[in-house]
């Protein structure tokens, strides 16, 4: 099954996976050879999505691949492609961005250099919660890393990429043996939290349009409220999962380093992050995603051109096997 979207410009596919991918080590989120492929789980298997830009940054279109019984249910392709273009920020208009970052002597060059990035956003609300309590007090890296060995048990893989499986879903863990969860590395504690989300959004008790129709506060209290979610937990959800874009995960200690580096201040707390983000409200949650990738490109895992405008692609891949 072959489909077209189109996006909103100025994007770039590359910059907006490598913001939602995080960490080269993503067994999820894969990029490789100007290909995103992912995989989705449902009842009737893993559907296999690969996703490629034809055209400029600043006319932009991408070609989808799906690959997967599932994929011919035309509610399932048409969840999947809802997925696709909230996951990548195809619909996200950031002129109002663009214009307050253009006056702005810091953020406008590292704007500038990075057109193109759309906000990321997990699959799903229980894959950002999943990956606030794996992340939560371990590096990213080694968050990521559970993330991926969790899938790998527990998540459906499509007979093209059994490398690539799918996250699993709140059902999928509800009833998992703690054991399991531990034997892959998730602390006692973390295996608590995370079946009780299952259970919880499996159950209602919090649902992805309630969350919705919250305003930022009322969103951040009702995360607050379920177990192993606290305030960074909260608004690394608000921000990844449910595309809140003035809120800043500000107990973040890695984005206080690296919003150090980048001002060439001597050292930030929460207290000085929140403070310094007033600044550029209401979108300091994309100050996040672009000091992100300023990381990333000095770390070697992105290539950006002199003049941020890659070469327009203008055939496909080659096709996976059937």
């Not at 989808?64 to 990548?88: F, N, Q, S, T, Y």
């Not at 984005?255 to 979108?283: I, S």
Request: proline share 7%; with cysteine.
């Amino acid at each position: 099954m072959e489909l077209r979207l189109e996006a909103r410009a100025p994007f770039r596919l590359d910059l907006t996976v490598w913001a939602l991918r995080r960490q080269p080590g993503n067994r999820i989120d894969t990029w490789q050879s100007g290909v995103y492929r992912r995989s989705f789980g449902s009842h009737a298997g893993a559907v296999l999505a690969e996703v490629h830009q034809c055209g400029s940054t600043q006319q932009p279109r991408l070609q989808v691949r799906l690959h997967g019984v599932a994929a011919d249910d035309p509610a399932r392709r048409e969840d999947i492609v809802a997925m696709l273009r909230r996951m990548l920020g195809l619909d996200v208009d950031l002129s109002g961005f663009y214009a307050q970052a253009a006056g702005d002597p810091d953020l406008g060059p590292l704007v500038l250099r990075y057109r193109g990035l759309k906000p990321p956003r997990f699959a799903t609300l229980f894959e950002a919660l999943a990956n606030a309590v794996a992340c939560q007090q371990v590096s990213l890296a080694s968050g990521i890393a559970l993330l991926g060995r969790l899938s790998a048990q527990f998540g459906p893989a499509h007979p093209l990429a059994p490398e690539l499986p799918a996250f699993p879903r709140p059902q999928d863990l509800c009833d998992a043996d703690p054991p399991a969860l531990r034997a892959l590395g998730f602390s006692q504690q973390k295996t608590g939290y995370l079946t009780g989300l299952a259970r919880d959004l499996a159950g209602g008790k919090l649902t992805a349009a309630a969350l919705e129709v919250a305003d930022d506060a009322g969103a951040m209290r009702m995360l607050s409220a379920l177990r192993g979610i606290k305030r960074w937990s909260a608004q690394y959800v608000a921000l990844r999962g449910l595309g809140r874009l003035a809120v800043f995960p500000v107990d973040d200690v890695g984005a206080h380093k690296h919003l150090a580096a980048w001002l060439g201040v001597p050292r930030l707390d929460a207290e000085a992050t929140a403070a310094l983000m007033r600044r550029w409200q209401p979108y300091a949650g994309l100050v996040y995603f672009h000091v992100l990738l300023k990381r990333l490109e000095e770390a070697g895992h992105l290539s950006i051109g002199p003049a941020n405008d890659p070469v327009p692609i203008t055939s496909a891949p080659a096709r996976a096997r059937a």
